[in-house]
């Protein structure tokens, strides 16, 4: 096979992978709505809220609310809200395709998610200790290589998440790499610009009427559910299309 053809079966291969990511980013508001209401109640909440204090009353009214104990309260729950939806999105989307419940606990691989975690965790920080011990910063290099290093134990984290006890450890820090980019490639496509959109509505919100205010926030509260599927189902496709890969 020559490399132009190769070079076409990968670029197929990562157009479909970026399709399916787009496609179950949205449609799991339909067929897993009570997986996005956990992010989606929580951002709502926070803005009602955010609205009876007066935070979109004027550029300072939002400055002295930013700051309110009660706001803060419901950031908290929010920002759960945020990361319980990234892993049971994920699990959805897994327990979809390969059986079981999303929300029953007891099938995770809880060894690996924990040892994943604190792998993951433990070597992409490891050059925080390099400024206490020494006095001077890590160089780039060092934290870059550090961090490439913790990303197959991403992998280890998400065999635990999906319940997978059978994939090799081996192959999980080994043969994830091309997969590890493909995620690293997804999660930016429509985070970081909904990221942008989540921002702005904030502003156009300030000394916006109250309706237009409370459509933006409804509007915004959606928005923040799309960012948390969009990372759960990245997950789920670089981490399926890498387990289906090594498949006997």
Not at 29 to 47: D, R
Not at 62 to 83: C, E, Q, S, T, W
């Amino acid at each position: 096979m020559s490399a132009a053809a190769r070079a076409m079966i990968v670029l197929r291969s990562i157009l479909s992978a970026i399709g399916d990511y787009l496609t179950r980013s949205v449609s799991l508001f339909w067929i897993g709505p009570a997986v996005v209401a956990l992010v989606v109640v929580p951002e709502f909440v926070q803005h009602v809220a955010e609205i009876q204090l007066g935070m979109f009353d004027s550029v300072a009214a939002a400055k002295l609310a930013g700051n309110d104990p009660l706001r803060m309260g419901f950031g908290y729950v929010k920002i759960a809200g945020l990361v319980l939806t990234f892993i049971a999105s994920a699990r959805f989307w897994w327990c979809r395709a390969h059986g079981g419940r999303w929300y029953d606990i007891r099938r995770l691989a809880w060894v690996r998610l924990i040892v994943g975690f604190l792998l993951f965790m433990a070597i992409g920080s490891v050059t925080e200790l390099i400024e206490p011990l020494t006095g001077h910063k890590a160089p780039l290099a060092l934290i870059v290589i550090a961090s490439l290093l913790s990303l197959p134990y991403l992998f280890v984290m998400l065999a635990g998440l999906f319940g997978d006890r059978a994939t090799p450890m081996k192959a999980l820090i080994a043969k994830s790499w091309p997969w590890l980019l493909l995620l690293a490639l997804m999660l930016p496509l429509l985070f970081a610009p909904l990221s942008w959109l989540h921002g702005m509505n904030h502003r156009w919100a300030l000394g916006a009427p109250g309706a237009l205010v409370w459509a933006l926030m409804v509007f915004d509260s959606l928005v923040v559910g799309l960012m948390a599927s969009s990372v759960g189902a990245a997950m789920f496709i670089a981490y399926d299309r890498f387990h289906r890969s090594i498949a006997p």
